[in-house]
């Protein structure tokens, strides 16, 4: 027979949200540590949706309902993780830039992130560079997330790394870029950390930034 | 009509153009500005039309247009064209959607999503929606003052899902596509259905009938012609895309003779294969998104279009680089270009008509 925290994993990637709330409230009855839930089931989950996505086994609305499962089952375990004390990886602020109300690409990323076990602080759209900056002191973020869909919009995200180094935080944060129209080359000219082509390589990337 | 030689001839080649036949060239749609005449730049934006039509202005925008119709030549298949268009989500305010035009912007908003599920979508199309009546009645006054000196377009609809997109958001429309694909299924066919209906007054209105059909890409043709797209696809798999995507453009391709597939970003290749498939679409007009080079560097992509027997439609491709082009079926090609003067657009007319003589 399939473990429950198999069964929890399962389900999320089939964004069978009720079933996933129902399974993570089970197995806490049953006495598993909410850590482990949280790890083997609902991140576990995750990480496959988001490896599938990478390769183009599954699509946007996929990937949508299945972090909308474990938004679900994560509601479950917040307080009783709270608790026993545990801490997430560490702390994301997300945005779309200034100008743009693209949000889906960000959506995901955000998702992908908590799907890591981060925290992720998201600052919705249409996002002014000053505002990331802000929010990465005021809740000690270490990484700074722009995502920008329009070429007109993409240039905040320049702005977002002056207004970093004018804050003197650019040593203590890492700002990724990200968003169709971004790439590689116009992540080193305006001198950001990161760019990676999906969500899933971002919130691979985020942990690596927030474990060094 | 303005500016133009000889229509009948150019009448002739957009024949030609949907038949898939060699004229001795690709084709061209060349346009440049008049010698001695210059124009004061008008304010075009969907914006001024939409805020000017609310006040019930529906001509200020054409007679600017006229102005500047007059100013341009028209050169290989170019025909002067009209947009009477009010934003690029009218569908969607067809079925109840608020349009907010905020002066100094580009473009027009939909206000925000009409509902969030798809269960709470009341979707019954009426001549009498208040937004509706002012896109026919820009239509209609274009086609007055045109008087055949120019055509005016049939509007550029953003139907099938993309309208759903906009009325429920397209995040709310791919939760949807997973939880209520029967109901989906519902709802798309009463738009889908609703398309012929939509087109034909259009077509009645655009007076139509009798100068021919034109649509955003500037594709002429003596019959039903329109650029059908579906943006939303870019989110969705193969398989959804077989369910939802395909039998929608089949609906809409049953109401017009002649079609030309908007293929919009990277993120819809997926679905190449079902649209290619698609008989009645002749041509394909593919835009490789935003931050992606340009079609010319696609050229793998555009062969594999042609080879499939459809045209390809490109409009970023410069004077120089049309004429050196050695890859491209000129039979299957469609190049949109606009050149800075009269000498320039005769001199590539004649340097294009010796390349292939
Ligand atoms: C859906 C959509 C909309 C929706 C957006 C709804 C929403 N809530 O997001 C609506 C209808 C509102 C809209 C409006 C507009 N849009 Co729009 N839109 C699109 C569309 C169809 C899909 C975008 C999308 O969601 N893709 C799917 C997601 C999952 O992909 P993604 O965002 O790239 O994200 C992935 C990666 O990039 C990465 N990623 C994303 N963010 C980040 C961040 C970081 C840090 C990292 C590392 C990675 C990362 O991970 C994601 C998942 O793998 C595209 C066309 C297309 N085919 O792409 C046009 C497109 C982006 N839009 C465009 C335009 C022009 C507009 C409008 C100006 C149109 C108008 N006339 O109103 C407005 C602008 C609004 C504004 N100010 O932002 C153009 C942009 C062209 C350009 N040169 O910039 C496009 C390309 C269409 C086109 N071909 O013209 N749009």
Redesign the pocket.
Known sequence: MMSILAEISENLQKGKAKIVKELVQKALDEGFAPEQILNEGLLHGMGIVGEK??NNEVY?PEVLVAARAMSMGAQILKPVLAEAGVKATGKVC?G?VQ????????N??KMMLEGKGLEVVDLG??VPAETFVQTAIEQNCQVI?????????MNVMADVVKAAEAAGIRDKVKI???????NQEFCDLIGAD?????????AD?AVAFCKA | MYNVKDLEAVKKNWRSFWNHEFIGRPYVLVTAPKNGVTVEKKDET?VKKLNDARRGDFTSAVNDFVEKAKATMHYGESLPHYKADLC??QYAAFYGAEVEGREGE?????KEPVAEELCDLDLKFDRNNAFFQMVEKSVRTAAEIADGNFIVHVPDYHSNLDTL??LL???NLCYELMDNPELLEEKLAIINNDFDKIYKIFYEAGNMKQTGTLSWLNAYCEEKMSVIQC??S??MSPEQGKQFVIPSIEKELETIDRAIYHY?????LCHFDNIMALDRLNCIQW?P???QKRTIYWMDLLKKIQAGGKSVWLRDWTAEEILADKELDPALTAFVLHLNSEDEAEDFMEKLEKKYR
């Open positions: 996505f990478k946007v997300i779309t100008g743009d109300l693209h949000d889906i690409g960000k995901l990323v759209t249409d997330c722009c995502s920008a869909l329009l070429t007109t919009t990724m870029v990200g968003g169709a129209p971004v990161c760019y990676t082509v999906d969500a899933a390589s971002a990337a | 969907y690029p989500d580009y473009t027009t908003w939909i997109s906009a958001s397209p995040q943006d939303f870019c989110m919009d970003g990277k993120m819809a835009t998104g935003a931050g």
